[in-house]
């Protein structure tokens, strides 16, 4: 089985600008949830969505938005970038029938110039 | 609310050493717990996880057992290998609908030859 994909895998902005990020999940799996990592605040949880149902929020500005489409797939949205921004965003899918396992992809590192 | 604290790093060890990484948890219910491994570049890969107290989880060569009395879950390798250079997250998840991990800040190890 392939497994999480997220592109692309590298992105340069400049502040001001939004950004849109892609995921696709494990195939069968329902469940999606974006994390941000960095350096100083670690990984932090962004959103969860599942069947194109966003069930859960993290404590992160309006800015920040996502969507699911009904193969499951996901995206995120960041507008008017901030420097602070800069982050690996990283997106997990889960299976349905074992909610609390979560599969990671590789990653999308976001640049805010 | 939830929080995982986790040993601090950057530990360096020599190759067949022993291997410790403390975690402890605060939760506000009954969490599932997990490590996670990030090698340079990539996302996260799932090592082990624990749903229930007195559970041990094992994977690769290394164990942590859900201590619900201590809220532990430390993580042990008996003999460590140059390919486990790599940083290491506990994190936990308190299950229900929604998916969300919570994290501790990581321990990078170094594993020398």
């Known amino acids: 089985k392939a497994g999480v994909t997220q592109t692309p895998r590298y992105l340069i902005k400049t502040r001001g600008q939004q950004v849109t990020l892609s995921c696709s999940p494990i195939?069968?799996?329902?469940?999606v949830s974006w994390y941000q990592q960095t350096p100083g605040q670690g990984l932090q949880f962004l959103f969860e969505?599942?069947?194109?149902?966003?069930?859960n929020k993290g404590n992160f500005p309006g800015r920040f938005s996502g969507r699911q489409f009904s193969n499951s797939r996901s995206e995120m949205n960041v507008s008017t970038l901030e420097l602070g921004d800069s982050a690996l965003y990283l997106c997990?899918?889960?299976?349905?029938?074992?909610?609390?396992?979560?599969?990671f992809g590789p990653g999308t590192r976001l640049t805010v110039t | 609310g939830d929080s995982v604290t986790q040993m601090e790093g950057p530990v360096t060890l020599s190759e067949e050493a022993f291997l410790t990484i403390n975690c402890t948890y605060t939760?506000?219910?009954?969490?599932?717990l997990f490590w996670y491994v990030q090698y340079p570049g990539e996302g996260l890969q799932l090592l082990l996880k624990?749903?229930?107290?007195?559970d041990k989880g094992s994977n690769k060569g290394f164990e942590a057992t859900y201590r619900k009395e201590t809220t532990s879950f430390h993580l042990e390798k008996g003999s460590v290998q140059v390919s486990d250079s790599a940083v290491y997250f506990c994190?936990?998840?308190?299950?229900?609908?929604?998916?969300?991990?919570?994290f501790g800040s990581g321990t990078q190890l170094t594993v020398l030859p």
């Open positions: 997990a899918s889960s299976p349905s029938q074992d909610l609390n396992e979560q599969y």
């Open positions: 195939s069968g799996h329902r469940s």
């Open positions: 969505y599942f069947s194109e149902t966003q069930r």
């Open positions: 939760a506000t219910g009954y969490p599932s």
């Open positions: 624990a749903t229930k107290a007195d």
């Open positions: 994190a936990l998840s308190l299950g229900g609908s929604a998916r969300q991990l919570t």
